[in-house]
Nanobody, 118 residues
């Protein structure tokens, strides 16, 4: 059974930091590109960051570049999103996504809420 379980969300003040984790099981984690997406109320889900299978390459949405860092630990089947200098506009449900080679399989987590507010 495939599972992606996000954790680490919560309420943080502007300028603060959070670290999201996504624990994977039920598939060969190291063979999947991992991505983070987010969805704010009333808006479409948007891409946040991606990391290749080995972790050798990353890419970010312009809105988070320089503030967020995606990383992975293939030994722990976990992908992370370190979020610094958080802004109110970062408030959203954050989703973990796994994408196989040739996009044959794609999995989503259930999401974790991040709220940035004073």
């Amino acid at each position: 059974q495939v599972q992606l379980v996000e954790s680490g969300g919560g309420l943080v003040q502007p300028g603060g930091s959070l670290r999201l984790s996504c624990a994977a099981s039920g598939f060969t984690f190291s063979t999947y590109t991992m991505r983070w997406y987010r969805q704010a109320p009333g808006r479409e889900r948007e891409f946040v960051a991606t990391i290749t299978r080995t972790g050798g390459s990353t890419n970010y949405a312009d809105s988070v570049k320089g503030r967020f860092t995606i990383s992975r630990d293939n030994a722990k089947n976990t992908v992370y999103l370190q979020m610094n200098s958080l802004k109110p506009e970062d408030t959203a449900v954050y989703y973990c996504n796994a994408l196989s080679v040739l996009r044959l399989n794609e999995y989503w987590g259930q999401g974790t809420q991040v709220t940035v507010s004073s």
